[in-house]
Structure formats: structure tokens, C-alpha cells
């Protein structure tokens, strides 16, 4: 039984959500790209600190920017109308685009962005890299960006699993996020970005190494978030149960261990602490619940926006096919029933078809179909759901599913 001032905490937390609602159903996507920066020479990560370090690079381009942000003098992000910049635990340059309905208009923001970026970068002897884990970096050579919460994180995911450091240093994503418009909405997308997630996964995989070596199998991204902190990542418990929504996702914040805590002037490590037992005595604010919001991570992620999550560092032309597919999959309601009335799976059917995949790719099954199958089956919906041009899209993957082959196989027998 929750206490009264439990109940309303619990009540924040649903009504966080329930504020996200865009009631008009007005849908647009957000897109965010993380990419190494490496050095030209060594093909080494590129540090923070230093005459050529991430650091220097964006004091050059912050004229440039309207907004930015620093962290006790240094300079960590910068922002405009369309787009922010910022950095991932080791320097990974991130690029998150402001919501647009439109996946061209998305594109042609990624291409300013790059223009923009690419020169400075080639005056420092580095250049932009997309791929799911570090080339040639090993984690424990890799230094932290001076983020106060990437300290702790360190400190607490240390003990919470064993690829933690290979999680923050070693990894970029591709995450695209959906709009939604009332609570059960918000159930239909949410369940549906996890029955898809094993094609998004095996779709985008774009890792030939880890820690130096060819990485045998796919999905190494996955390989490590299942060992970084299994209270916190992976798939929502309770998904498939009948009554699954906002209040769900609100208790399972509550019982969360959120590691650190923000105070006036800085934060405190909270260690084991989880949520219930830090606020048992006062009301959330705005600024605990965004910050609670942001220490899950979940393969999708509930804001005031649901964060698709799975898939590596892509390509300019693959992570546009990513956002059509995540659109054309998404956004209408027919689709989606129709996807989820087909496929009524549980969370361990998910495991299971992330686990064949990881051993065997595209000749793995998803739900007892061939993955291949599977895989043109999606893009095939997707296609039928999105104008012409933005069904072009798509092209990429359909050659990927065709082929047999991931990027990061394609790779690996490259060299």
C-alpha cells in the first residue's frame, strides 16, 4: 500500500505523462545521431581536453550558435532553432534534431549540420565517424567529459554489471522519438517499438569491432546494454499486461535506484537508494522528474515523447532510413493494430529473437519467421504508409535484407 504523499508522487509522475499528450495528433519526429570524432592519423577517439580536443572544437563553433551550455567553465553543448549539439560520456558528438514531420526537412538539417561541423574538424586533423561501438579506442584509454553525472554513472554502473565503462566510452546510437497522443496512443506505439525492435536492431547493425577485435555475431550494442544494469535497461517489465500504462511506467520509476541526485549548486550520489525512498518525505519537482525521466535506459524510453532506442551510429543514408521506417511503422493506426494483432508476443519472445539474431543475423528467425522474411515484411508496410520519396528511404535497408548482410558484416569481411 503507497502512503498519501506516495499516491501523489506516483500522480506526478502519470500526469508528466499525460501532459506530453498532443491532443491535436499533430506527429513529428525527433532525431538524435551520435558520432566518434577521430583522429585522421590514428583513427584514435579524439579527448575533450587539448589543443585538438572536442573541447577546442566547439569554442570554435559556438559564434555560430545562439545558445550553448557549459559545466564549471567548459564549454559541453551548443544550440539553435533546429538542432543542439552536445556530448555523450567520452566525447561522442551528438547531434538531436528538433521535432519536424517531415523526414527530407530531417535530412537537409543532418546535411547543414555536417557542412557546418566537417571543416572545423578537418582544421584539427579529425573527421566524424558512424559506427556502434569505438574503431580503434579501447575503453579504459578513454576519458570522461567533465559532466558531473557521468562520474557517477561510472562509479555506480561498476558494480550494476560489467560492460558499464564499454557502455558510456565505447558506444553511439541512432534513436529516433514519436509523438503520442493520449494514454492508450501511447500503449499501441510503445508496445509496438518493442515487437519491431529486433528487426530495428539487426536493420541498423553497424559494429564490426569491439574492444579492438572483430566483434563475432550481431547486435553488439545489445550484448553490452544486457550487461550494464538490468533494473534499468532493456525491456519494460508488465509491457504485455492488460493493464499496462502511464501508471506502469510511474511505479517502475518509483522503485528505479535514479544514482544521483540534483541539489542547488551541484548533485549528490545516491548510491541504493531508489526513488521512493528519496522523496518518502516530499513532493517531486519539475527538475526530480526530468532527471529521474533521463536514468532509465530502457530499449524505449517514455518522456513527454517515446525514445526509440535500439539501434547503432548510422550512416547519413541509413539513419534516414531509420526515421522512415520508424515513421511509416508508427504513425498510423491501422498499421499498428494490424502489426500487433499479427504478432502477440511476450517479453521473452523479444529475447528470444534478439538472441537468434545475435548468433546469426539475418538467418535468424524473429517470432518463427526468417528474419530476412521478417525484415522485407516491415519495410514492405512501412513503404505502403509513406509518400514516394520518403519510401525511397528505405532503399538501403531493403539491399541490407536482400543481401543477407548487416553493415557491420559487410565490414568485418571488407578487411
Not at 95 to 118: G, H, N, R, T, W
Not at 186 to 206: G, Q
Not at 299 to 328: F, H, W
Request: a negative charge.
Amino acid at each position: 500500500m503507497y502512503s498519501e504523499l506516495e499516491k501523489k508522487n506516483l500522480e506526478l509522475l502519470e500526469q508528466y505523462f499525460r501532459d506530453g499528450c498532443k491532443w491535436n495528433c499533430v506527429q513529428k519526429l525527433g532525431v538524435e545521431i551520435e558520432h566518434f570524432v577521430v583522429d585522421d592519423r590514428s583513427g584514435k577517439s579524439v579527448p575533450y581536453y587539448g589543443e585538438h580536443g572536442i573541447g577546442q572544437i566547439l569554442l570554435e563553433l559556438k559564434e555560430l550558435y545562439p545558445r550553448s551550455y557549459t559545466e564549471k567553465g567548459c564549454l559541453l553543448g551548443l544550440y539553435n532553432a533546429d538542432y543542439s549539439v552536445s556530448l555523450e560520456p567520452a566525447a561522442q558528438l551528438e547531434i538531436s534534431i528538433a521535432p519536424k514531420d517531415s523526414v527530407c526537412v530531417i535530412q537537409k538539417i543532418y546535411e547543414s549540420f555536417l557542412s557546418q561541423m566537417e571543416p572545423v574538424l578537418k582544421r584539427h586533423g579529425c573527421h566524424l565517424v558512424n559506427l556502434g561501438y569505438q574503431p580503434n579506442s579501447k575503453v579504459n584509454d578513454l576519458s570522461l567529459i567533465p559532466k558531473k553525472r557521468y562520474a557517477y554513472m561510472d562509479k555506480y554502473f561498476l558494480k550494476s554489471g560489467t560492460c558499464g565503462r564499454n557502455m558510456m566510452r565505447g558506444t553511439a546510437s541512432t534513436q529516433v522519438s514519436i509523438d503520442y497522443c493520449c494514454e492508450q496512443d501511447f500503449v499501441e506505439k510503445y508496445r509496438l517499438a518493442y515487437l519491431i525492435m529486433p528487426a530495428l536492431k539487426l536493420l541498423s547493425d553497424n559494429t564490426p569491432v569491439f574492444e579492438g577485435a572483430p566483434f563475432e555475431g550481431c547486435l553488439a550494442r545489445t550484448y553490452i546494454w544486457d550487461r550494464v544494469d538490468k533494473e534499468r535497461c532493456g525491456i519494460l517489465p508488465g509491457l504485455f499486461e492488460k493493464d499496462f500504462g502511464f501508471h506502469t511506467y510511474a511505479e517502475y520509476l518509483w522503485n528505479l535506484k535514479p544514482i544521483f541526485l540534483p541539489v542547488p549548486g551541484g548533485s549528490v550520489y545516491t548510491e541504493d537508494q531508489k526513488t521512493c525512498e528519496i522523496w518518502s518525505d516530499r513532493l517531486l519537482t519539475e527538475e526530480d522528474l526530468e532527471h529521474i525521466l533521463s536514468m532509465t535506459f530502457l530499449d524505449v524510453r517514455l518522456k513527454n515523447y517515446i525514445e526509440i532506442r535500439g539501434a547503432d551510429s548510422l550512416p547519413a543514408a541509413y539513419s534516414m532510413a531509420y526515421t522512415a521506417l520508424v515513421k511509416g511503422l508508427t504513425f498510423e493506426k491501422g498499421v499498428r493494430e494490424k502489426l500487433l494483432e499479427d504478432f502477440p508476443i511476450c517479453e521473452s519472445d523479444i529475447r528470444k529473437a534478439e538472441a537468434s539474431l545475435q548468433e546469426k543475423g539475418f538467418a535468424g528467425e524473429i517470432y518463427g519467421i526468417p528474419a530476412d522474411q521478417f525484415c522485407a515484411g516491415l519495410l514492405d508496410v512501412a513503404a505502403n504508409h509513406l509518400e514516394s520519396r520518403e519510401a525511397g528511404y528505405l532503399e538501403p535497408f531493403r539491399r541490407l535484407t536482400e543481401e543477407k548482410v548487416t553493415l557491420g558484416q559487410k565490414m568485418r569481411r571488407a578487411n
